[in-house]
């Protein structure tokens, strides 16, 4: 190999999956909705009561 003909595996990620020819790697989720999913599960809004207290801080004089 000459000094110029660098191997071309630099740009090339090892953990992209082997598919068969003709066909593509999916890297999305199937989703019945756009946007990010809960965390929490299947959540329905709105909520009744929400399980959240503001913290309060005293301040020592």
């Known amino acids: 190999m000459a000094k110029g003909e660098k191997a071309r595996n630099n740009g090339i990620d090892p953990t992209w999956p082997k598919v068969a020819p003709g ?14 999913l809960s965390p929490f ?20 004089k």
């Open 23 to 36: 066909e593509h790697p999916v890297s999305e989720l199937a989703a019945d909705r756009q946007g990010a």
């Open 41 to 60: 599960g299947d959540v329905t809004f709105p909520l009744e009561n929400v399980p959240y207290v503001h913290p309060e801080t005293e301040i020592n």
